[in-house]
């Protein structure tokens, strides 16, 4: 197809706003889905998705237009939605010429859809702005149109009104797609460059590598070069997705398409790279590279130790699919052995600790997750911490940690309450936008470290479900920050080492010692529960000897806890630990890490 026939295109949407509705709907009425092939949400492919209704890897599909008696493709590239993948989100966007910025008709604009939207800008993409839903009985799109249209500019009378699940207004959004976003440009004699906007692995074809053709044509059985590292591959297939896989003849400037050459680790067709031509290799990469840096850090254990290869095995599979995620060997006095685990942020962990239980049917746990601390020793040294547990305990010179700016969009009734909980997790206040006269943007720079601790759920119920988040990394700072250490009759269990603010210190210390002595049976004599920092003993509980006629009753903690504790445990698996002389039935350290 040549370009001028050519438009791509994304859409911009927030998590439940209808996008995978909205492309079923065009995939439908487009026909390069048939009717009788077409299931709901045809694009996300993985089971995961498909359950949990979010889409974690982006896709892109080829649609046939017709206008005004001329054949057009239009490429769909799918974009997650959430922040934890902004930077395959922001390759997705610099692979297209416009996008369309869906926003539910009764819901308004979220937090993730703005920081979207400025990355479109950024990348000078044509917006489309939809309303979707308008079928719903609480649809208010007139409203919302002006929202729109105060945002982005405009007329609230140019914000196009549709429903995925109707199909109404989806014709008339794809004419528009074509008369409004530009066609590609590029320089069909120049050598081949492509950039990688998307790498999947999959079982039976190896690493699949979606690809955006910028200059030059690459066609099949030609010898490729991933810039970056200058590694060669052979081409064994190269074609479009439509959105089946259809193998081509080559691809061309402005085309989206997918290249397998056999590699079995996407790390070695790394997102955001450029691909060329081995022959006549282009001497400029592509712009915008970056590996992605793992923001968050946690230990995975298996629940029974003798688990340990599969995991080992389970963590090399998904690496293969997912470059960004980093693990490495770790053993815990209190877990045994396990992963320290690097993810892009607290989704992206949700999503592989739940992958590996469900698809490799293993029984984990996982720490409280951390985040990236640098501490200078006393000798001025640098020691990178992603272990609580392996914080300095001498004295020290200082110790920064990553911040965000963080933006958070609620419906104004909520601003109080959301103020003081940043206040309490050491935001400090930006500014405030009014987007309409219903609904504020709050911008604050906030620790990671206190929004990897339940912000969200915490964001979540205070205003009832209406807030979103969205943040960004922006940089370091220095902070007055502490290790406390949970002793248990005077031995540090290292599980539950946390690095906190020397304020939050104490009531870290009070709940865990609260939280551990429900847990924790009698034994045949007294055991201290202390919170320690450094030597200095901030709380204490204590756990009184058995007394011979209260064995029956020895397994504390209340019965919707030991409830929890059972579902997790299998029947006939009471698992015991040693820290020191106390005996620790496993599930404690299970039920302490994961709080409530
Ligand atoms: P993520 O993949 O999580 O980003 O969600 P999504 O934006 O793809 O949303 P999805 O298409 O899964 O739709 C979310 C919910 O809204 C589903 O329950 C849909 O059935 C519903 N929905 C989507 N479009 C419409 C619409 O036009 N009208 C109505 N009434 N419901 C819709």
Redesign the pocket.
Known sequence: TPPERIRNFCII????????????RMLQITGAVADRDMR??YL?RMDI?RE????IKSQAVRMPWEQDGHAFALNMIDT???VDFTYEVSRSLAACEGAIL?V?AAQGIEAQTLANLYLALENDLTIIPVL?????PAADPERFAKELADLIGGSPDDVLR?????G?GVEELLDRLVAEIPAPKGDADAPARAMIFDSVYDAYRGVVTYVRMIDGTLSPRERIQMMSTRATHDLLEIGVSSPEPVPSKGLGVGEVGYLITGVKDVRQSKVGDTVTGARTPATQALAGYVDPKPMVYSGLYPIDASDYPDLREALDKLKLSDASLAYEPETSVALGFGFRCGFLGLLHLEIITERLEREFGLDLITTAPSVIYEVTTETNETIVVTNPSEYPDGKINGVTEPIVKASILAPKDYVGTIMDLCQTRRGTLLGMDYLSEQRVELKYTMPLGEIVFDFFDQLKSRTQGYASLDYEPAGRQEADLVKVDILLQGDRVDAFSAIVHREKAYAYGTTMTERLRKLIPRQQFEVPIQAAIGARIIARENIRAIRKDVLAKCYGGDITRKRKLLEKQKEGKKRMKMVGRVEVPQNAFIAALSGD
Do not use: F, M, W, Y
């Not at 949990?52 to 889409?55: A, D």
């Open positions: 949407a927030h998590i439940d706003h209808g996008k995978s509705t909205l492309a079923d709901a949400q996300d998705e949990r209704g979010i889409t997650p939605g959430h869906l539910d979707n839903k308008i079928d719903l549709v429903s995925g699940k109707t109404e």
